[in-house]
């Protein structure tokens, strides 16, 4: 059941373990900021997903299933608190590396 649940969350850990290096001999994954704009994107458009279907059960539509909005609803949520533990964990290691003294 949490399978079901996590597999609409974006994988960000997945996203930082993936890159190969290229010919040179670089790393050719994307940058922190590139995963994080995709991150944040990921988390939006479940939002919008989860926003649409609420309005419809709000509006009366009798074709859209209730269990199904509920968990939209709380894929989005998850997503997005997850989104914002990983902020707050980089703004925190930031935060400790100004505070280094070199």
């Keep these: 059941m949490i399978n079901g649940i ?5 994988p960000i850990a997945t996203e930082f373990s993936t890159g190969a290096t290229g010919a040179n001999g ?6 922190f900021a590139d995963v994080f704009q995709s991150a944040v994107s990921d988390v939006d458009s479940l939002q919008n997903s ?3 279907q609420l309005a419809k059960v ?4 009798g074709n859209v299933d209730l269990g199904k909005t509920m968990v939209s ?3 989005a949520d998850m997503a997005f608190q997850l989104m914002m ?4 964990k980089v703004v925190s290691a930031y935060q400790d590396m100004e505070k280094m003294q070199f």
Excluded: T
């Design 73 to 75: 609803v709380e894929k």
């Design 58 to 61: 709000l509006q009366g539509a």
């Design 85 to 88: 533990q990983v902020r707050n």
């Design 50 to 52: 989860a926003d649409q």
């Design 26 to 31: 670089q790393n050719s994954s994307a940058s």
């Design 6 to 10: 996590v597999s609409g969350i974006p």
